[in-house]
């Protein structure tokens, strides 16, 4: 599909629609000025440390212009991080809708899973699961299904993937495979409620070995306009 014909949504709204629909999402404030006594809300709400974006619908590659600050730990180092954000966006996404600055959690690292969906032209809807982070890129290590699938469909993309033994032990860790089922189930139903949905970009769903539920860090949502 054309990508005149799409809208990605901004990561607040992409990470609340996943959210109605079971998939544990990172915490997150939106801070829409510059004011102290918000961030000393946020902080007191995510506590430390913490990664600062800018929130917008125009840009998606924050990184990339300079409007992504990782690892702040005081409020001191949220209100240089969001002037740094807000500047930087002025000054190389001039023209850019934003909405303000997203202080977020950031979760220790555990066991990165990539899910998502896209669209075929000929098959319609298709759901991914494999390995995440940057193995994905190396080892392309991923399983396909149409959608919509079955819990057994779920189990298979786990099993024709190395999710399968990461999940039954993986450096002293063992992983919650039901996790990740339920999360594929979740993003199945999602679809099937809003088909104008064309992809869905889950990567890492974040999977702990110490009793601490799955979360997913980043994620993008498009939709048909």
């Given at each position: ?17 996943l959210s109605s629909c079971g998939v544990r999402m990172v915490a997150s404030v939106l801070l829409d000025k510059p004011d102290r006594a918000a961030f000393e809300a946020a902080s ?49 996404a001039p023209g850019a809708r934003v909405q303000g600055v997203l202080a977020e959690q950031m979760l220790p690292k555990g066991f990165e899973v990539l899910l998502g969906v896209s ?107």
């Amino acid at each position: 599909m054309s990508e005149k014909n799409t809208v990605a949504l901004n990561e607040r709204d992409s990470s609340s629609l996943l959210s109605s629909c079971g998939v544990r999402m990172v915490a997150s404030v939106l801070l829409d000025k510059p004011d102290r006594a918000a961030f000393e809300a946020a902080s007191r709400q995510l506590g430390f440390p913490v990664a600062m974006k800018v929130l917008s619908d125009d840009i998606l590659h924050k990184t990339d212009v300079g409007c992504v600050v990782l690892n702040v730990t005081d409020v001191d180092g949220m209100q240089a991080a969001y002037d740094t954000i807000m500047a930087n966006a002025a000054q190389n996404a001039p023209g850019a809708r934003v909405q303000g600055v997203l202080a977020e959690q950031m979760l220790p690292k555990g066991f990165e899973v990539l899910l998502g969906v896209s669209t075929d032209p000929q098959f319609g809807h298709v759901i991914m699961a494999g390995l995440g982070g940057v193995l994905v890129e190396l080892l392309h290590a991923v399983s396909l299904r149409v959608l919509p699938i079955t819990r057994q469909d779920a189990e298979d993309m786990i099993d024709e993937t190395p999710l399968a033994k990461a999940c039954q032990g993986l450096r002293g860790q063992q992983y919650r495979r039901e996790e990740i089922v339920e999360a594929l189930m979740c993003l199945s139903r999602l679809v099937e409620e809003h088909p104008e949905i064309t992809e869905v970009d889950i990567n890492p769903l974040m999977l702990y070995g110490d009793g601490r539920p799955a979360t997913a860090v980043d994620a993008m949502v498009v939709m048909k306009k």
